[in-house]
């Protein structure tokens, strides 16, 4: 059964830093891995899809790898901002499904100090 | 705008008055789905569906209720509400059952039962 798990549940980190949220998983077998934000009490909004067959995607300051061997991807975020504060979500597209569901990681919860 | 909207987003009700939340996408995708967040188990699917005429269950399908006459919407019906299903919830959709499509989530509702 797939797991998804993101590691560390909650992060702080002062503003203008670079930073990193990982997530891993426990099945390689994958269509794509896709990164969320969430803002308390929001819905979701879409950062960044990984296909399988890519190493990773971009977009402005958000970077997202994927290294589909080792279980991994990670989330990198350049020149933290205060309204970079949320949840980050991670969420996987398992092979092995019949129908469309996507794992969910139980995210990071960063804030961005001022 | 390409989107994904629910109604209510927020709902106070008591125990054993049904209820319906409503779901509606606005790009002719083919799937659509259910999901239920709670604090420390993330985000579980409720229900799914495929296309019109065609719902199958998700990992966590008790005390709900699901239609889809149109390919543009896809209720959640609460028959009789109880406590334990005060959550979030949050509808998504993607184009069709291609795997490599990334879902579309809408802005949730929050729900609490008395």
């Known amino acids: 059964k797939q797991e998804v798990t993101q590691i560390p549940a909650a992060l702080s980190v002062p503003e203008g830093e670079n930073l990193v949220l990982n997530c891993s998983f426990t099945?390689?077998?994958?269509?794509?891995l896709q990164w969320f934000r969430q803002d308390p009490g929001k819905g979701l909004t879409s950062l960044l899809l990984?296909?399988?067959?890519?190493r990773e995607q971009t977009s402005g300051r958000l970077n997202a790898s994927l290294d589909k061997s080792s279980g991994r991807s990670t989330l990198y975020i350049a020149a933290s901002q205060p309204g970079d504060s949320a949840t980050y979500l991670c969420?996987?597209?398992?092979?092995?499904?019949?129908?469309?569901?996507?794992?969910f990681g139980k995210g990071t919860r960063l804030h961005i100090l001022p | 705008e390409a989107q994904v909207t629910q109604n209510p987003r927020y709902l106070i009700t008591v125990t054993g008055k049904k209820l319906t939340v409503t779901c509606s996408q606005n790009?002719?995708?083919?799937?659509m789905s259910w999901y239920r967040q709670d604090p420390g188990l993330g985000l579980r699917q409720i229900y799914y569906?495929?296309?019109?005429?065609?719902?199958d269950k998700g990992d966590v399908p008790e005390g709900y209720k699901v239609s889809r006459k149109e390919k543009r919407n896809f209720p959640l019906i609460l028959e009789s509400p109880s406590p334990n299903q005060t959550s979030l919830y949050f509808c998504?959709?993607?184009?069709?059952?291609?795997?490599?499509?990334?879902?579309?989530f809408g802005p949730g509702t929050r729900l609490t039962v008395l």
């Open positions: 099945d390689s077998a994958i269509y794509n």
């Open positions: 998504a959709s993607s184009p069709d059952q291609s795997s490599y499509n990334e879902q579309f």
């Open positions: 790009m002719n995708h083919e799937y």
């Open positions: 569906s495929m296309n019109v005429e065609v719902t």
């Open positions: 969420a996987v597209r398992p092979k092995m499904n019949r129908d469309d569901k996507i794992i």
């Open positions: 990984i296909q399988s067959s890519q």
